[in-house]
């Protein structure tokens, strides 16, 4: 039997080349390079990659467990639900989208393909969806995450109606007997298990700290000693690192290591955390090394493009993939984009599911995703406005 399952890529879909995963590759090296002789620097990465994990990492591990966990819970067949849904599938196909992740989403894909689904239920979905970064923005500002994800299954089923209104239900559908493979980054390489089992030791103390963290609990002069005064840090810089490593450096590797825990919700969550905390880290780096480096804010960047940002952010929405539509919520997170622009991105993301829409159905693809700029840079503007 066929159950949702968030995040996992269809049988057949296979990675994708990573020509961008060797740029990050070497400027991690150039970044630990430079650390190694100016110690200034070095602090700057060990504080941000430390802030990353125990403010972020954490709390996206813990809403990860919880929402996996349930998921697997209550697993039921999806396609064959949606398939027999008649008029209510646009709806339940914005509703898969706007679930954390990109597995609903790419689960409307393939069946508009096959013939199960009508375009407007493609629409709604990728209308809906917000990818991995939804995980992130619920971690850190669940009512933002939940407002944002009801956004997006409003917005996402009443365009759906409309255009299966205007075009039909079989509007652009290839043949599926022709499609080519897709080529997506929901399949996370896994670690060695023994790569894993550190892994889940240190989150255990990480979410204890984010949690402490978050009130404002400053544990380093608790546990300072003689080796250093920022035992905390050390380790959060520490998991950070290892999350980061987990997630870049098994794309290098060709054999997969299949030794993976026996769990599939740790497995799924150690893989997304790191997939999220990867983005998230690159975010943060940027900041605060520009900072470091020229001395100016990135906030102050965005200040001066003022009423471009939103738009800004819906064009960014339209590429594929989860790793940009990460860096825009972390922006919005960190105060330096408004929240207008984090509504226009969240509406005119794919995530993930953009890779085998575009595979399967490129017209399809193409054409829903700049349908969904429509409602994205109306909501964007309409908040902006209102909050002006």
């Given at each position: 039997?066929?159950?949702?399952?968030?995040?996992?890529?269809?049988?057949?879909?296979?990675?994708?080349?990573?020509?961008?995963?060797?740029?990050?590759?070497?400027?991690?090296?150039?970044?630990?390079?430079?650390?190694?002789?100016?110690?200034?620097?070095?602090?700057?990465?060990?504080?941000?990659?430390?802030?990353?994990?125990?403010?972020?990492?954490?709390?996206?591990?813990?809403?990860?467990?919880?929402?996996?966990?349930?998921?697997?819970?209550?697993?039921?067949?999806?396609?064959?639900?949606?398939?027999?849904?008649?008029?209510?599938?646009?709806?339940?196909?914005?509703?898969?989208?706007?679930?954390?992740?990109?597995?609903?989403?790419?689960?409307?894909?393939?069946?508009?393909?096959?013939?199960?689904?009508?375009?407007?239920?493609?629409?709604?979905?990728?209308?809906?969806?917000?990818?991995?970064?939804?995980?992130?923005?619920?971690?850190?500002?669940?009512?933002?995450?939940?407002?944002?994800?009801?956004?997006?299954?409003?917005?996402?089923?009443?365009?759906?109606?409309?255009?299966?209104?205007?075009?039909?239900?079989?509007?652009?559908?290839?043949?599926?007997?022709?499609?080519?493979?897709?080529?997506?980054?929901?399949?996370?390489?896994?670690?060695?298990?023994?790569v894993n089992r550190i892994w889940l030791?240190?989150?255990?103390?990480?979410?204890?700290?984010?949690?402490?963290?978050?009130?404002?609990?400053?544990?380093?002069?608790?546990?300072?000693?003689?080796?250093?005064?920022?035992?905390?840090?050390?380790?959060?810089?520490?998991a950070g690192l290892l999350c980061f490593?987990?997630?870049?450096?098994?794309?290098?590797?060709?054999?997969?290591?299949?030794?993976?825990?026996?769990?599939?919700?740790?497995?799924?969550?150690?893989?997304?955390?790191?997939?999220?905390?990867?983005?998230?880290?690159?975010?943060?780096?940027?900041?605060?090394?520009?900072?470091?480096?020229?001395?100016?804010?990135?906030?102050?960047?965005?200040?001066?493009?003022?009423?471009?940002?939103?738009?800004?952010?819906?064009?960014?929405?339209?590429?594929?993939?989860?790793?940009?539509?990460?860096?825009?919520?972390?922006?919005?997170?960190?105060?330096?984009?408004?929240?207008?622009?984090?509504?226009g991105n969240a509406i005119s993301n794919?995530?993930?599911?953009?890779?085998?829409?575009?595979?399967?159905?490129?017209?399809?693809?193409?054409?829903?995703?700049?349908?969904?700029?429509?409602?994205?840079?109306?909501?964007?503007?309409?908040?902006?406005?209102?909050?002006?």
């Amino acid at each position: 039997m066929t159950t949702l399952s968030l995040n996992k890529a269809p049988v057949g879909i296979a990675t994708r080349p990573a020509p961008l995963y060797w740029a990050l590759l070497f400027v991690a090296l150039t970044l630990a390079i430079w650390s190694l002789t100016d110690a200034n620097f070095a602090q700057v990465i060990i504080s941000t990659i430390a802030d990353a994990y125990l403010q972020v990492t954490t709390f996206v591990a813990a809403t990860l467990l919880i929402f996996y966990g349930l998921e697997r819970l209550f697993g039921f067949n999806a396609v064959k639900y949606l398939s027999r849904s008649g008029a209510w599938q646009v709806p339940l196909a914005a509703a898969l989208g706007a679930l954390p992740g990109c597995g609903g989403a790419i689960i409307v894909v393939t069946n508009y393909v096959s013939g199960r689904l009508s375009f407007g239920a493609v629409l709604a979905t990728l209308t809906a969806t917000m990818g991995d970064a939804a995980f992130l923005l619920i971690a850190k500002e669940p009512l933002t995450g939940l407002m944002i994800m009801a956004i997006g299954l409003v917005v996402g089923t009443i365009t759906g109606y409309i255009v299966d209104a205007l075009h039909g239900k079989d509007f652009l559908r290839p043949d599926a007997s022709d499609a080519p493979e897709a080529q997506t980054d929901t399949q996370r390489k896994e670690a060695p298990q023994f790569v894993n089992r550190i892994w889940l030791i240190a989150i255990v103390p990480g979410i204890i700290i984010g949690v402490l963290g978050a009130f404002q609990i400053d544990l380093d002069p608790v546990f300072a000693n003689q080796l250093t005064d920022q035992p905390v840090t050390l380790f959060g810089f520490m998991a950070g690192l290892l999350c980061f490593s987990m997630w870049l450096l098994p794309r290098f590797i060709k054999k997969n290591s299949h030794s993976a825990p026996s769990s599939a919700v740790l497995r799924q969550t150690i893989a997304d955390t790191n997939f999220v905390t990867g983005w998230v880290i690159i975010a943060f780096l940027i900041f605060e090394v520009s900072l470091h480096v020229t001395g100016y804010e990135l906030a102050q960047l965005f200040d001066g493009l003022a009423i471009w940002v939103p738009l800004i952010a819906v064009v960014i929405g339209l590429l594929p993939g989860c790793g940009p539509q990460v860096l825009v919520t972390s922006l919005y997170l960190a105060g330096i984009v408004p929240l207008s622009a984090q509504i226009g991105n969240a509406i005119s993301n794919d995530g993930d599911a953009l890779f085998p829409a575009i595979a399967l159905a490129p017209k399809a693809a193409l054409v829903a995703t700049l349908y969904s700029t429509i409602p994205a840079l109306l909501l964007a503007y309409g908040w902006y406005f209102y909050q002006a």
